[in-house]
């Protein structure tokens, strides 16, 4: 198989979908690998270590794709990208397919066969392959490091002869692989942390890693989560009720990191200004869903917002390329475990078209888009 590795360095993206470790990996197993120059650089993976690992050096993604069977990517590349290359290759990549279903057409029209990163099933199978758990991992780390270095406090109560340090109160809205993460660190750190989220299987893990878990916890709890295992969109009554829990609790807090999303939609609003405005200041909320419109009221998506109150309110965009080395790793080998589902007994680019993963994440297939959340907009 010939694999190219494109450069995805553009505005806020600094992380490449192949390692060194994995390019090598993948000559060492009979494949051709071309990966375009300076694709790592970003993520301090030079080009002399992906020629060490055996892989060629391409000037440019438009003639590294042309003859290439599978690309990989971090998001795609753009609709032109994808025209160049030959008919019957695949793409990967984190393609937001119903944020943007131009990108599966033009795919389709080039006979190209789009692997969406983002769509592949959570099943146990399919975990080592999962990008979405991978990245966010390492944004829900990264929020809480860059709020305490916003906040400008110690985490851990400290005990001096000066006299005794308060240990700083984090408050982790959304109880996803992000908000374990950020629980876990905040504990590390010594903060004094505690959670919410509305499905109640959530509540077991918060209290695993040593926080304290805070929810309206009636009827509509017990059953607010999908066969899916993500968190159903809750009433208007169960809103307003967990709202007002929310408001009493976040007026104490030094941190909250709010997670919060649902597929197909527009982040909820959690974090209302009148709770903002009940904050201290040097408070910092740092807003990990501020694209695709934001938990906290008041966020911007790529700034800092500093209240009058003087609360912070962090909207940073792509947290895992705050942290480009450990992310492009880990997404390297999620894309590597998923290759041998495309990969033919003769070591071609064969992709099981009987495996549900393939099934799960293919948007296109032979120049037709037939994935089933995107054939009314092909």
């Not at 005990?159 to 982790?172: D, E, R």
């Given at each position: 198989?010939?694999?190219?590795?494109?450069?995805?360095?553009?505005?806020l993206?600094?992380?490449v979908?192949a390692s060194?470790?994995?390019?090598?990996?993948?000559?060492?197993?009979?494949?051709?690998?071309?990966v375009?120059k300076?694709?790592?650089?970003?993520?301090?993976f030079?080009?002399?270590?992906?020629?060490?690992?055996?892989?060629?050096?391409?000037?440019?993604?438009t003639?590294?794709?042309?003859?290439?069977?599978?690309?990989?990517?971090?998001?795609g590349?753009?609709?032109?990208?994808?025209?160049?290359?030959?008919?019957?290759?695949?793409?990967?990549?984190?393609?937001?397919?119903?944020?943007?279903?131009?990108?599966?057409?033009?795919?389709?029209?080039?006979?190209?066969?789009?692997?969406?990163?983002?769509?592949?099933?959570?099943?146990?199978?399919a975990?080592?392959m999962?990008?979405?758990?991978?990245?966010?991992?390492?944004?829900?780390?990264?929020?809480?490091?860059?709020?305490?270095?916003?906040?400008?406090?110690?985490?851990p109560?400290m005990?001096?002869?000066?006299?005794?340090?308060?240990?700083?109160?984090?408050?982790?809205?959304g109880?996803?692989?992000a908000?374990?993460?950020?629980?876990?660190?905040a504990?590390?750190?010594?903060?004094v942390?505690?959670?919410?989220?509305?499905?109640?299987?959530?509540?077991?893990?918060v209290?695993?890693?040593?926080?304290?878990?805070?929810?309206?916890?009636?009827?509509?709890?017990?059953?607010a989560?999908?066969?899916g295992?993500?968190?159903?969109?809750?009433?208007?009554?169960?809103?307003?009720?967990?709202?007002?829990?929310t408001?009493?609790?976040?007026?104490k807090?030094?941190?909250?990191?709010?997670?919060?999303?649902?597929?197909g939609?527009?982040?909820?609003?959690?974090?209302?200004?009148?709770?903002?405005?009940?904050?201290?200041?040097?408070?910092?909320?740092?807003?990990?869903?501020?694209?695709?419109?934001?938990?906290?009221?008041?966020?911007?998506?790529g700034?800092?917002?500093?209240t009058?109150?003087?609360?912070?309110?962090?909207?940073?965009?792509?947290?895992?390329?705050?942290?480009?080395?450990?992310?492009?790793?880990?997404?390297?080998?999620?894309?590597?475990?998923?290759?041998?589902?495309?990969?033919?007994?003769?070591?071609?680019?064969?992709?099981d078209?009987?495996d549900?993963?393939?099934?799960?994440?293919?948007?296109?297939?032979?120049g037709?888009?037939?994935?089933?959340?995107?054939k009314?907009?092909?």
């Open positions: 198989m010939k694999i190219t590795v494109l450069n995805d360095i553009k505005g993206e600094a992380r979908s060194p470790e994995t390019v090598k990996g993948y000559v060492d197993a009979g494949h051709a690998v071309t375009v300076g694709a790592g650089a970003a993520a301090n030079a080009d002399a270590l992906y020629k060490d690992a055996g892989a060629t050096i391409a000037t440019t993604n003639i590294a794709v042309k003859n290439a069977d599978l690309v990989m990517s971090i998001n590349g753009s609709e032109k990208l994808v025209g160049a290359m030959k008919k019957g290759a695949g793409i990967t990549g984190v393609l937001s397919p119903t944020d943007n279903p131009k990108y599966a057409a033009a795919c389709a029209k080039a006979g190209v066969t789009a692997y969406a990163l983002d769509y592949i099933p959570r099943i146990s199978r975990q080592s999962d990008v979405l758990s991978s990245q966010s991992n390492l944004a829900g780390y990264r929020a809480v490091v860059e709020a305490g270095s916003i906040y400008g406090r110690a985490f109560m005990m001096t002869a000066a006299g005794t340090i308060a240990p700083a109160k984090t408050f982790i809205m109880v996803g692989v908000g374990l993460q950020a629980i876990a660190t504990r590390r750190l010594g903060a942390t505690t959670a919410t989220d509305v499905r109640p299987a959530t509540k077991e893990q209290g695993s890693l040593g926080a304290k878990f805070i929810a309206v916890e009636n009827e509509e709890f017990k059953e989560e999908t066969a295992g993500y968190a159903k969109q809750m009433s208007a009554e169960y809103q307003a009720l967990q709202a007002e829990l408001a009493k609790h976040i007026a807090q030094d941190i909250v990191i709010t997670t919060a999303l649902i597929p939609r527009a982040a909820p609003v959690l974090v209302t200004k009148a709770m903002v405005d009940s904050m201290k200041p040097g408070s910092v909320l740092v807003d990990l869903a501020v694209e695709r419109g934001g938990n906290v009221e008041g966020a911007k998506a700034e800092i917002v500093t009058k109150n003087g609360v912070h309110i962090v909207g940073h965009l792509n947290w895992p390329s705050r942290m480009a080395g450990d992310s492009s790793s880990l997404f390297a080998r999620n894309l590597k475990n998923l290759l041998p589902l495309m990969t033919g007994e003769d070591g071609s680019y064969a992709p078209w009987d549900e993963i393939i099934q799960g994440c293919a948007l296109t297939k032979d037709a888009v037939v994935h089933e959340r995107l009314g907009d092909a």
